[in-house]
């Protein structure tokens, strides 16, 4: 892979062009007039049982169900909560670690430092020789405070699988950036595991504008389901959309 700055900011299109598997993303930022938090996630795959997805909403929450419950193979790990919101904090990752973390952020004893605590307890996914990293974010959307979000990468420390390094990364926004973590580095046999700090990209006004590059943008064969919300920072409203390679088809 190309080296990047590490103050380099390009677009979510420039980062993801014709790379064939970056697995699952999520992004989180501020956009470019300041006056929205903004968050994405979106997975792909590569076997028929990773392709039978389709994002769905649920009250206040974004879930995966299967899209033809007759195909499903093993619902382990692609049957989950990839967004959840606890009081003004979305969480947002690439499975089931999502509930660990709402636990973690709802129990007054481990709230303060919930996000951190509660990967302390996960490892990454038990798919060798993959290995797949879990990747998560928090973004604290506290009108009364300045924004600002987490992320984190839990990743296999050998090719065997035997211990976990587990990494995390705080940002406070800056209107206009960004960051975007994903699974993978690109295809391969085992998947290369992403590396690196989460990278810097651009971040528009316009929520139909950055879901169109984002999934424009994601390779044609592997996307599945792309999820974006655009917060107000004063209200606190959310203009959302979601997208489903299915229901399109």
Partial sequence: MENRLPYETLTIAERIK???????????????????????????GRSENSRNRVFRRYFNDIMIKPFDDSKVEDP????????????????????????????????????????????????????GPNWTPRISAVMDMDTETPYNYKMSILKSADPEGTATNRYFFNYEAVPGIG??????????????????????????????????????????????????????MKTGQCIDAIVNKHEQE
């Fill in 179 to 232: 960051h975007f973590i994903h699974t993978y580095n690109t295809d391969g046999n085992p998947i290369p595991t992403f590396t690196g700090e989460p990278e810097r990209i651009s971040i528009p006004n316009d929520i139909l504008r950055f879901t169109n590059e984002i999934w424009d943008n994601l390779n044609e064969a592997n996307k599945i389901s792309l999820y974006v919300c655009y917060t107000d």
């Fill in 18 to 44: 014709d790379n064939p598997y970056v697995g699952r993303g999520i992004i989180m930022g501020i956009s470019e007039d300041g006056e929205k938090a903004v968050s994405a996630y979106f997975i792909m």
């Fill in 76 to 127: 382990s790990l692609i049957i989950y909560f990839p967004v959840r919101t606890v009081g003004k904090t979305m969480i947002v990752t690439n499975g089931d670690q999502t509930d660990t973390i709402r636990d973690f952020l709802e129990d007054p004893e481990t709230c303060c430092c919930g996000f951190e605590s509660a990967l302390m307890t996960r490892t990454f996914e038990p798919d």
